[in-house]
Every structure is written in structure tokens, then in C-alpha cells.
């Protein structure tokens, strides 16, 4: 067997410019701003306590070696009063992603953050921290969401929830992004790497290329995140030791995928381990003072056991299947039980009430295929006398608005909500596809008496607002996913009183906050607007990444064309200049773009230059290659 030749690759990148308007370019293409250099994928915030918050941001640079990053926090826009500041430096170690815990905040309180790399600065971030239980705090508002398929359509959800400016977090329920190949999940928009994603660069990359998604980059750029990923971070239908759509075989280890989806997310999500030393965890809580407490589940890869063929098969009526795990089953019930807030809020992955025909359940991948540990959940409730429970889920691309009863098919009364112990509020997915079927709705909920609310098919957000009295869920809806769009409308809203197990419809929207906090520019600071980016000079060729790196025979290259139809070469050269592997680039359309080089097996190690030539005009990349 050939030595493995291990090669350093990162991307320098040297301009030829173009002092011509852009042209018109493919609307599934995305389009990285060249006023955000070299901070293109934004900046976002997450995991906010009553004095610290997460800030994250990722540096395109033009060199092998960790780049120093300089930070700052203030209390305005114009940053005239800088609580903080530091220094980090972003490596390859972390795909050049950086994320610093920001310490000694003051409670209930909006800042400003932003990055500066050489005499560059990020986008300004906004973020607020959560209240204390010393906080007199009687509104709390956080936009829910989750599913979005890049190739279902545009983010015009995140786009809609970003507009309003009167949310305190979101709360991303999973799905984040999708695994499946360009073309498998939807045809509306492109989405890369075009292949299915199962390695480590795999995912570095489909991260890289959602967060140059506008709409996203806007949402993560004004309010911070609570986030847990669903199964499509890693795989469809994923558990603990497998999932639906991994086959061995063919895509090697599953906790070799599984580990490289989760380091990815980590990396390139605003998100604080809630354990050092386990990445692999992301259940936690995040307490907003008197108010809430926010418990964040793992009912995907922490403990679950495979899904069973049907609901009604043996196997999943087991009593020692789990859904949770037996440690974050435990976990959960300190947390439940020990909670001093007004409302215990648990933000989690797929539906839990029943969903079926004649009481027997359609999905075993739901909660309906656990009824043993769905049991333990409400036992959790009663045993310890928990009150104002409430269940936020995604994961099924259509909304619910449900009770949650003990025993569906003895003590429940649906018209009193009699014998449900807790409410859930399932949101919609932001594009990905959902069920049509006419008449649907009214199915569900004749076949389901503690479904109030459904909707299969519309795309959006839930707007859950608390307040000492009542936790009420709107449903939102977006009026188009194919084509970008910031219109929306309310659609419905049902709430849960205090000390109440049931849910209400609601007969006006929950009220806005009496004030708001100032937003952001759009731009960086020192961009003057002068030329805006359609009319500025631009680069033929920018060079966002290069994976894997080290890599030992394949290169992925991802980069972006500023002109459209021009024919071209990547080059790879030894440090003498030589050529030692070419490949044509056909004519494409602007917008992102991709390729795939498969080297020589006879290609030693050292250093290379990498080059992209588009036209008559070159405008190189070139990367240093070291041997590690």
C-alpha cells in the first residue's frame, strides 16, 4: 500500500478585478457579499445566561496559520461604551470557526458585538442576555423553528421572524440543515456539496454554504440562539447506534459519521457544550429568570434506541425503551422537579402526542414509538406536582397545537382537556415539505380529539410569548417559498392558562413588547454605502475553501464566481511553479460554485499552489500545502 501523504491546504487568495457591474445570475445560486470580506458567513450569538452569551463568527483567510481575531461587546451600535474586548485566534482545528464566552453581562440586557481581522470588521452582531430571578420580568418572547431544506425553497421564514424585532431568542428545534445530495430534497435551490454528506468536510462544507443564506445570516445577526439538532445534522431516522438513511457498507462507521456531523455543528454553531469534555451532548437548560426555564432535549442521538418497524410491534412496546436514555431521563427529572420558574418549557425533536387511526400511532419515530418512555415523561409531571408545562417540537413540517393526555382513550374529555398533563406546540417546518392532504386537518383532529389546531402543508415560525398568566403560541405563516419574500401573515393562536394542562384558542395576537431595541446596519462598519455591492469592483474569482485539509487524493474546492460564462482551469502547482495537475472549469452562471479534483496517486508530499483561471484574466487562489 502507497504511504498516506497527509497535505495542508489553505486558500490565498490574490485579486484581478472586474470594474464592471455585476451581472444577472442564477437565483438558486447564493451570492457571498463582498462587502462582508473576510467575514462572509456573518456573525451570530447563542446560548444566553443572565450574564454571559456565546458570540461565533468564521474568518475566510488566505493563509495556513491560526489568524488573530480581535473582539468587542458594547452597549450600542456605535460602540462608545465597549464593556469588553479580546483577541482569539481562528485555526484549520476549528474550519477557521471561532465562538468566545462572553462573561460578567449584565442581566436582561442587549448588546452589540463585532470581529475585526487585520483592518477589517465583521457585521455587527446583536444579542440579548437572559433575565434573573432578581429581574421583574413579565413578557418573554422567542421565535421557534425548524426544517429548513436549502433545496425546498428560500428562508423567507427567517426572513419574516428577522423583521419583526420583537423576539428575545430563537429557539431552533433541529434540522438545521439537511444531509441529502443537490437534487434529492428539492430542486428549487442548490444546495453542496452536491453529494450526500458523510465526512467531516462533508458537513464543514453544507454548513459553510447554509450560512451564506442571507435570510439566515440576518436572523443569526440579530438575536441569539438556543439550538439542538434533529436528525438530518447527522442522518434521517438517526438513533444512538445507527440511522434510516446510513448504510454501512457503502458510507463506512456510523459513529464516524455521527461524530463528524455533531464536530461540525459544534464548530459552525453558536452553541455552548453544556460538557467539556462530550461534545456529544447537547441537552441543557437555559434558565430566564422567574419567568421560564427553557430545557433543551436530546431525543435523537444521546440515548435512543432503533426505531421499531410499526407502533404496535412488540419491540416498541417494550418498557425498557427509551427514547432519552436512562442519564438524560434522569437529568430531566432534576431538572422538572427542581425548577423554580413559572414556566418549564421543554424544546425538543419530534411529536409527542399521539398522532394515528383508532389509537394506533402512524410514526414510529415519534414519541409513538416510546410509550414507555413518554410514560416516564408524564409520570415526571404528576409525581412531582409540575405545573405549566410546555412541549415545543418540530420535526414533522406541519403545525399542531396539542394536549397532551395521560391515557388518550379513558380519561381525557376533549372538550374540558380534562386528563392532559401538559401542552405541546409543534412548529412547521421553514421549507422543508409537508402533507397536503385535503381534508387533512380535519382528520387529524376527528381521528385525534386532543389535537386543537392543524396545519399540514404552510410553511413558517411559532411566536411563543409568556407572561405570568398564559403561555400563547401564533402561528405564522410565509406566503411563498419559491422565490424570495418577505411577506407573511398570522394564521392562529392558542394558549395555556397558568396552572392550567389545556389548551385554549386565543381570540386576539399575544401583545408586542412595549419597546425595542435598536438593529443593527447591514453592512460593516466603515462601509459607506457609496458603491453598493452591484455597482463596486469584484474579483473574478473568490476561493471560500478548500477541503480536506490536510487531504491525502481528493480536493474539494468551494468558490465564487463574480462573472458569469467564463470558461477556466484549477491549477495545482509544486513551489517551483510547476504543474502537476489541471482541470477545465466549464461556463457557469455567477453564484457559488463547486468542484471536485481528484489527484495523482503519485503526487508526493510538500507544498502546492492551488490557482483558479477564469477567461483571459487570472484570479488566483493559492494555497499553501504542508505535509503534516
Known sequence: MLPIRLLFVVVLLTVFLSFQTKAQYRTDRLDPDPALAPFYHGVASGDPTANSVIIWTRLTTTDTASQKISWEIATDTAFTNIIDKGAVNATAQTDYCIKVAITSLASNTYYYYRFKHKNAWSLTGRTKTAPSTADDVTQLRFGVVSCAGFGQGYFNAYRHLANRNDVDAIIHLGDYLYEYADGQYGNIRMVEPGTEIISLDDYRIRHSHYKLDPDLRRLHQLYPFMSIWDDHETANNSWYGGAGNHNSDTEGDWFERKSAGIRAYNEWMPINPPDQTDEERIYRTANYGKLADIILLDTRLEGRDMQAPTTIDSIALLEDRTILGKQQLDWLTNQMANSQAEWKIIAQQVMMAPLGINGVGLNPDQWDGYPADRKRFYDIILDN????????????HSSFANDLPYKNDTTYVPATGEGSVAVEMVATSITSPGMPIPGGEGLAKLLNPHIKYANLSQHGYILLDLNPDRAQGDWYYVNTIASPSDTGYYAAGYFVAQNQSHLQPADTLAPPPNSLAIIPPVYPYGYTGI?????????????????????????????????????????????????????KIVPQEMGLCYEQLYLPDALLPGVYVLQIELGNKKGLGYSKMVVK
Not at 406536582?385 to 415545543?392: D, F, G, Q, T
Open 531 to 583: 458603491n453598493s455591492p452591484s455597482q463596486q469592483a469584484q474579483p473574478q474569482v473568490l476561493i471560500l475553501g478548500a477541503y480536506p485539509n490536510p487531504f491525502t487524493t481528493k480536493l474539494y474546492v468551494q468558490y465564487y464566481r463574480y462573472q458569469p460564462n467564463l470558461a477556466g482551469n484549477i491549477y495545482l502547482k509544486d513551489v517551483m511553479g510547476k504543474t502537476v495537475f489541471s482541470k
Open 385 to 396: 406536582n409540575v405545573k405549566n408545562v410546555v412541549v415545543l417540537t418540530g420535526d414533522i
